[in-house]
């Protein structure tokens, strides 16, 4: 009996072991399961952020390409669109050339020019003059002569032009330095400034096809130009001109400022002249002032000592005066004794 009793109490007691264990067992399960899971969720939440990533890459990669995509379009319009004028500007050039006859260029190009100057005559050039040469007195005549001034009647700038062209089938083909001379000789003719040479001449010439060309080594300040460059060599020789004339003012008034100072220098130099003179003249009569001075003071120090010797002998007769008493008058002297004795 008590032997079944202590195996029933062994049992209980490794029942007891057993269900600590499971419960250990299963406690170990579920944290391993927890743990998992939470390992699982970062490792998830790890690859849907790098999905996410590729997904915006892609993006900015999409874009980036349709970006670069419309820019190099844009681009490739805009060539397309600058040849196609350029194309139509040769084209309308050779039109232009072939319709024509060499004077009536020639004339065209004179009416382009003045065509656009008078798009800004009225807002940028109110005080300029731009008019055909028609004076041929010295033999020859430019084509137009542009001056402006300022509002006190200065000169700013002026520029004799000449216009050349001839259509690519004449049969003497001439250059831009068949016209130089006369140009320049109607520059000096007509007190212009500047000379310039408006030409569609030499039109393979790269030399005058880069745009405004200074040609002062042959002809001093002549410059050769395509048309489409009219209006900018005024501008540029109208500015340059006025910064010209702001430095001939400042000159002007330097040597007023310098004329100025020299008569304020010759006032000093007459002032200080002057101003010697009388110091010199003021300097002596002082001097002999101090001189009658000092002979004043020496005859004042005598005056002095004189009045010095004199309240010196007053005082003592004071005090003689003082120390005299009818004992001394009567001293050895009976009868005026007796006289002051009868008074008494």
């Given amino acids: 009996m008590a032997l079944q009793v202590a195996l029933n109490n062994l049992k209980d007691e490794k029942n007891q072991e057993i269900n600590q264990l499971k419960s250990k067992i299963e406690r170990a399960d579920t944290q391993y399961e927890l743990s998992l899971s939470n390992s699982v969720r970062g490792i998830e939440k790890e690859r849907d952020q790098l999905v996410n990533d590729l997904k915006n890459k892609d993006t900015e990669k999409e874009l980036l390409e349709k970006s670069l995509n419309e820019q190099f379009k844009n681009k490739l319009q805009h060539k397309e669109e600058a040849i196609k004028l350029k194309e139509e500007e040769i084209e309308r050039l050779k039109d232009f050339k072939q319709k024509l006859s060499t004077k ?26 731009f008019e055909k040469d028609n004076d ?36 003497s083909k001439k250059k831009n330095e068949d016209f130089f001379a006369k140009l320049d000789k109607d520059r000096k003719d007509k ?9 569609l001449l030499e039109t393979d010439n790269e030399f005058y ?5 200074d040609v002062s080594y042959k002809y001093p300040k002549m410059y050769v130009i395509r048309p489409q460059f009219f209006i900018p060599i005024i501008t540029l020789l109208r500015n340059a001109g006025m910064k010209s004339l702001e430095y ?13 100072i020299s008569t304020f220098e010759d006032k000093i130099n007459d002032f200080k002249t002057g101003f010697a003179r009388n110091y010199d003249l003021a300097s002596r009569q002082f001097k002999t002032a101090i001189t009658e001075i000092d002979a004043t003071i020496k005859h004042l120090e005598k005056v002095k000592e004189a009045l010095n010797s004199s309240v010196n002998n007053l005082r003592l007769a004071n005090n003689k005066t003082e120390s005299l008493t009818i004992k001394k008058l ?9 006289k002051f004795n009868d008074l008494n």
Avoid: W
């Avoid at 009416?111 to 003059?129: D, M, S, V």
């Avoid at 001034?149 to 001839?166: A, G, L, P, R």
């Fill in 330 to 338: 009567t001293y050895n002297n009976p009868t005026m004794k007796a």
């Fill in 104 to 129: 009536m260029l020639g004339e065209s190009l004179e009416q382009h020019c003045e065509i656009e100057f008078n798009k800004l005559r009225a807002t940028a050039f109110q005080n300029a003059y």
């Fill in 136 to 171: 041929a007195s010295r033999g020859t005549k430019g084509d137009y002569i542009f001056k402006e001034s300022d509002t006190n009647k200065n000169e700013i700038v002026s520029i004799m032009f000449e216009m050349k062209n001839e259509n690519d089938t004449t049969a």
């Fill in 209 to 213: 096809n880069t745009g405004i060309v």
């Fill in 191 to 199: 007190g212009c400034e500047y000379a310039v040479l408006v030409s």
């Fill in 248 to 260: 001939k003012h400042e000159l002007t008034l330097m040597r007023n400022q310098n004329v100025d």
